[in-house]
């Protein structure tokens, strides 16, 4: 199994939408962390993000990097969960003159690139407009 492979599939809020929640103070963070950077505890429950947000924030890619030529243009953004922490993702299914910041999205898990024609396929979160 290759290195890559390996790293994908050994994250689990990369496929369960999994966060860290402080036992100290409450704050909850993602990608999960060993210390608090809020209070400094050692000491965490799993929570599961919510799958809603707003747009916080975004820029409109023109001229992408050759692994995304072919989506150009394309958005990404900070999207702030619901009762949850911010997290950047690529804003899809929407026309970068339609996105729009404080737009309510949810958030999927999706292919986000192959390597080479039938090479290893990576899977993230991307916000679509919710309709």
Do not use: H
């Not at 799958?51 to 072919?70: C, L, M, Y």
């Amino acid at each position: 199994m290759s290195t890559s492979a390996r790293y994908w599939r050994e994250i689990p809020q990369r496929y369960r939408y999994e966060a860290s929640k402080c036992k100290g103070c409450g704050a909850v963070w993602f990608p999960p962390r060993l210390i608090c950077s809020a209070c400094g505890k050692k000491e965490f429950e799993d929570v599961v993000l919510p799958g809603t947000g707003k747009v916080k924030t975004f820029t409109v890619i023109r001229v992408a990097p050759s692994e995304f030529s072919d989506e150009a243009p394309y958005a990404i953004g900070i999207v702030d969960l619901d009762g949850g922490p911010a997290i950047q993702c690529q804003i899809a299914d929407c026309a970068p003159e339609d996105l729009k910041t404080g737009m309510a999205v949810k958030i999927e898990f999706r292919k986000v690139k192959q390597e080479g024609e039938a090479g290893i396929i990576n899977y993230g979160f991307k916000a679509v407009p919710v309709l």
